[in-house]
């Protein structure tokens, strides 16, 4: 049985940074020249780059099949979502990771590509839905293997 509450909020979350995400790239298509490198602050740029792969840059003949890719993975968080909605804390890796692939998965079906802009040294360059995916990997593992606690 799904959690209401957690439901709500996993699906709260993912819209509210599908928005952002999208948000963000629109802003830096619209207003940073593609290729261009700007200093942000000492050590992050602003780039704009389109990444055709996966992480990294990886796969990046993949085209449709990272689009199935992505269709399956979104498929197996909710299945897991369902059954593991009462855990406490487990509407936050969700919507993290639902909003983190759907964003990308927006840019995939639109543009054939994804949008990158925040460069960090010795890091490929990335966006907020890859920021987000990457937080909601680890707050998963903190809510699978973290300290019990308390249902919320």
Known sequence: MISG???ARAAGLALAVVAADQGTKALVRANVRFGSRDGVFPGVELVHVRNRG???GLFSDGGIVLIAIGVVSVAALLAFFATH?????VW???????GGAAGNLIDRLREGF?????????WPAFNLADAC???GVLSLLYVLEGPPRHED
Do not use: C, E, M, N
């Open 54 to 56: 996966v992480a990294f």
């Open 133 to 135: 995916i990457t937080i």
């Open 114 to 122: 994804v949008t990158d802009f925040i460069d960090l040294p010795l």
């Open 5 to 7: 509450r957690s439901a």
């Open 92 to 98: 936050l890796p969700t919507g993290l990771l639902l």
């Open 85 to 89: 909605s009462r855990r406490p804390l």
